[in-house]
T-cell receptor, first 116, second 118 residues
Framework: DAGVTQSPTHLIKTRGQQVTLRCSPK?????VSWYQQALGQGPQFIFQ???????QRGNFPDRFSGHQFPNYSSELNVNALLLGDSALYLC???????????????FGSGTQLSVL | AQKITQTQPGMFVQEKEAVTLDCTYD???????LFWYKQPSSGEMIFLIY??????QNATEGRYSLNFQKARKSANLVISASQLGDSAMYFC???????????????FGRGTQLTVWP
């Protein structure tokens, strides 16, 4: 049973460029969330997708956008990259479960993005 | 607004000893969940333990237990019989429940780096 897979594992871009990160959720999961983890910090919530729609969004600018596909996989797009966008980007998947509160998130190993 | 505070940037423990990692939280919600995750150098966040705000018993998962003190808004992680493989970054996180479901986001603390020495 494959867990959450993310690609690529590492990426180097220059300021102003655009980047796309990809995530395949754990088998059976239908919800994907993206987090940004700067060096020495805890992960910060970017947004969450369920049923191909953005359901919640954290305090990130519109340069950060995403998409969820019918097979539940997801992409994170970042436009006009800034040096401060350098971070580990983590994808997490879960199963939407109304009335269930202890469903845990499964995380991928992340994509390390470096912006030069 | 939800906030998680982990005041210990680093902790050291000898192998086979127990260690407590501190976590306090702030929320105005009555219903919430508290999580602990382990992040080794590989980067993946590994789920350790969960405590619901209405759970009366402290959660336990093998060598991990959560010391939940709701009135004090603390959710400390206790690792018993530490092992060398426990060396990692540990994050406390809180989830709010979006529309009564598990769609809620996680709020993470800044983490505690645990080092287990022989």
């Amino acid at each position: 049973d494959a867990g959450v897979t993310q690609s690529p594992t590492h990426l180097i871009k220059t300021r102003g460029q655009q980047v796309t990160l990809r995530c395949s959720p754990k088998s059976g999961h239908d919800t994907v969330s993206w987090y940004q983890q700067a060096l020495g910090q805890g992960p910060q919530f970017i947004f969450q997708y369920y049923e191909e729609e953005e359901r919640q969004r954290g305090n990130f600018p519109d340069r950060f956008s995403g998409h969820q596909f019918p097979n539940y996989s997801s992409e994170l797009n970042v436009n006009a990259l800034l040096l401060g966008d350098s971070a580990l980007y983590l994808c997490a998947s879960s199963l939407w479960a109304p009335g269930i509160t202890n469903e845990k998130l499964f995380f991928g190993s992340g994509t390390q993005l470096s912006v030069l | 607004a939800q906030k998680i505070t982990q005041t210990q940037p680093g902790m050291f423990v000898q192998e086979k000893e127990a260690v407590t990692l501190d976590c306090t939280y702030d929320t105005s919600d009555q219903s919430y969940g508290l999580f602990w995750y382990k992040q080794p150098s590989s980067g993946e966040m590994i789920f350790l333990i969960y405590q619901g705000s209405y759970d009366e018993q402290n959660a336990t998962e093998g060598r991990y237990s959560l010391n939940f003190q709701k009135a004090r808004k603390s959710a400390n992680l206790v690792i018993s019989a530490s092992q060398l493989g426990d060396s990692a970054m540990y994050f406390c996180a809180m989830r709010n429940f979006y529309r009564g479901s598990t769609l809620g986001r996680l709020y993470f603390g800044r983490g505690t780096q645990l080092t287990v020495w022989p």
